[in-house]
């Protein structure tokens, strides 16, 4: 156990469907990252924070994802009309040392 | 943006064999990790090692970071050291911001 937390673990959901997830950092870390990993590949960066400033996007978040860490505590990660292509494992880190276990979704 | 290769790509090895991971970046980094992921996903970090030799148990890692590699050891192999083995490093440009990572090195131990 790292200490981050996410939640769901695992979501099957049907193309076009909204989906959110969760991520629970470590209280003291200031920066939370969220990375996707597709099969067979290592993990690619979407954003990350500082307290509640979102500081960077890649190019790979497009307008249909965006996050959110309100009060610089949690983040949520939301998927709208969700594509078969955004199948994955959504990681979420607490500074760059400490992964969580990862959300997988299965878009149908 | 910084490349990052990992070589082999895959390794089978008999338990308590012994095995060299490397990794090739193409840029200066501030930071250097490398990174065990279980067969559930989990990532663990193994080694921060931006430059140096360290060592953990049987694991060891040494950067050279003037040639742009690191390599990891892992030496008397377990069935439990199975899993994908990634090496991420933080570009000076990004420093901060964000890890990339290689495509890593699926290691399957036999007993």
């Known amino acids: 156990d790292t200490g981050v937390s996410q939640d769901p673990r695992h979501k099957i959901t049907k193309r076009g469907q909204n989906v959110t997830f969760r991520c629970d950092p470590i209280s003291e870390h200031n920066r939370l990252y969220w990375y996707r990993q597709t099969l067979g590949q290592g993990p690619e960066f979407l954003t990350y924070f500082q307290n509640e400033a979102q500081l960077e996007k890649s190019r790979l978040l497009s307008d249909r994802f965006s996050a959110e860490r309100p009060k610089g505590s949690f983040s949520t990660l939301e998927i709208q009309r969700t594509e078969q292509g955004d199948s994955a494992m959504y990681l979420c880190a607490s500074s760059l040392l400490f992964f969580g276990p990862g959300t997988r979704l299965t878009v149908l | 943006g910084i490349q990052v290769e990992q070589s082999p790509p895959d390794l089978i090895l008999q338990e308590g064999a012994n095995s060299t991971l490397r990794c090739n970046f193409s840029?200066?980094?501030?930071?250097l990790q490398w990174f065990h992921q279980n067969p559930w996903g989990q990532l663990i970090n193994l080694f921060y090692?931006?430059?140096g030799t360290k060592q953990n148990g049987r694991l060891s890692a040494t950067t050279v970071a003037t040639e742009r590699y690191s390599l990891l050891y892992i030496s008397s192999s377990q069935t439990t050291d199975s899993g994908v083995y990634f090496c991420?490093?933080?570009?000076?440009?990004?420093?901060?911001?964000?890890?990339?990572f290689g495509e890593g090195t699926q290691l399957t131990v036999n007993p």
């Open positions: 840029d200066s980094v501030n930071n």
């Open positions: 991420a490093v933080e570009g000076l440009e990004t420093s901060g911001s964000r890890l990339t």
């Open positions: 090692i931006p430059s």
